[in-house]
């Protein structure tokens, strides 16, 4: 895929291979793959491309960053835990200093005490929660309707 069209990044961190199988009750039926296409579909609509990359590792998503982040007219990533954690994420994504969306398929205030910690949020441009899969969609077209203003 060469770089003359505009692009966006996609990335899921972990365990986010395992949509549609995992927690289906929690995260839904739709899988990666299922994801991915539709966010392939709503960035078309806006003559953009998508780059997609999904790893369990944080160094993996932080490499792939680097390497395609400066020239991404915007970011969607959905951290998985790391966005609870993941400092050296954060601080990847605060140096390229990209439009970017976080994405979390369940409502993350709404669990466990240890997710309403969101260590991504200072760096991002806006966050999506709780609206399942859909968010994904909701991103793209926030991210490409702002970036024409």
Request: proline content about 4%; aromatic content about 8%.
């Amino acid at each position: 895929m060469g770089t003359d069209k505009p692009y966006l990044l996609l990335l899921n961190g972990p365990n986010l291979n395992r949509l549609g199988i995992r927690e289906p009750g929690l995260y839904g039926t739709d899988t990666l793959q299922d994801v991915v296409s539709r966010v392939e579909a709503a960035a078309a609509e806006y003559g953009v491309l998508v780059r997609s990359f999904q790893s369990n590792a944080e160094g993996d998503l932080i490499d792939f960053l680097q390497a395609h982040g400066v020239h991404a007219v915007g970011i969607i990533i959905n951290p998985g835990a790391l966005g609870h954690y993941g400092y050296s994420l954060r601080d990847c994504l605060a140096d390229l200093q990209r439009p970017t969306i976080e994405v979390h398929i369940s409502n993350v205030h709404r669990r466990e005490a240890f997710r309403h910690q969101l260590v991504l949020a200072p760096v991002v441009t806006g966050q999506i929660v709780g609206l399942g899969t859909y968010g994904y969609e909701l991103a793209v077209h926030y991210l490409l309707r702002e970036l024409r203003k």
